[in-house]
């Protein structure tokens, strides 16, 4: 886990957070990609319309 700070405003924390998996997980199935990326953001409805 990484620790950082959010902007100018270093009373806010944040964290990044890389997670290994045995190969042969079950975890990401339906899909059968070999790895996933889950990102953070503030109004996920927001970027949803603005990604249409």
Known sequence: MF???QGAD???KGFTQWSSF????KYFQPSEKEFMVN???????KLVE???
């Open 3 to 5: 620790e950082w700070y």
């Open 10 to 12: 270093n009373s806010k």
């Open 22 to 25: 045995n190969e042969k997980t």
């Open 39 to 45: 990102y953070r953001v503030q109004n996920l409805e």
């Open 50 to 52: 603005i990604l249409k």
